[in-house]
């Protein structure tokens, strides 16, 4: 199944950006907890004693979609605690789109995430007028 389950964060404040971004983390989380209890349930009714943790994190993860546009990056991107929060969710989603950001916006993305996790994939694409 390719469906996503897509937050999308597009908040006029700071404050509220911080907000949302918690709460997104924190669902996204208690689901994979979720996820892999149930995988892991599945798996011992099988009597399957393979490790799946991995099968799982990138199973669940997937399923998870953000969705920044690009008047709250500014705000994620003027704190570390949301340039962190940025990280950990990039980690755990299945796919993150910033929609009307500058070009400089989508360079600072890029080494940001991939400065604390160069496994995941980035693309900054643009239509070419202000890039």
Same mark, same amino acid.
């Given at each position: 199944?390719?469906?996503?389950? &897509?937050?999308? &964060?597009?908040?006029?404040?700071?404050?509220?950006? /911080? =907000?949302?971004?918690?709460?997104?983390?924190?669902?996204?989380?208690?689901?994979?907890?979720?996820?892999?209890? +149930? %995988?892991?349930?599945?798996?011992?009714?099988?009597?399957?004693?393979?490790?799946?943790?991995?099968? &799982? %994190?990138?199973?669940?993860?997937?399923?998870?979609?953000?969705?920044?546009?690009?008047?709250? +990056?500014?705000?994620?991107?003027?704190?570390?605690?949301?340039?962190?929060? /940025?990280?950990? +969710?990039?980690?755990?989603?299945?796919?993150? &789109?910033?929609? %009307?950001?500058?070009?400089?916006?989508?360079?600072?993305?890029?080494? /940001?995430?991939?400065?604390?996790?160069?496994? +995941?994939?980035?693309? =900054?694409?643009?239509?070419?007028?202000?890039?």
């Amino acid at each position: 199944d390719e469906t996503f389950e &897509v937050s999308i &964060v597009n908040e006029t404040a700071s404050d509220d950006t /911080l =907000a949302q971004l918690r709460k997104i983390l924190g669902l996204w989380q208690a689901r994979l907890i979720l996820f892999r209890e +149930l %995988r892991e349930q599945r798996s011992t009714n099988r009597s399957d004693v393979s490790d799946s943790s991995s099968f &799982v %994190r990138s199973e669940a993860r997937s399923h998870f979609a953000l969705v920044v546009d690009g008047h709250t +990056l500014g705000f994620i991107l003027s704190s570390d605690e949301q340039r962190a929060l /940025l990280v950990r +969710l990039s980690q755990v989603a299945g796919a993150i &789109v910033l929609c %009307r950001v500058s070009p400089k916006q989508k360079r600072e993305v890029v080494e /940001l995430v991939c400065e604390h996790d160069s496994s +995941l994939i980035t693309l =900054a694409i643009g239509d070419g007028a202000n890039d």
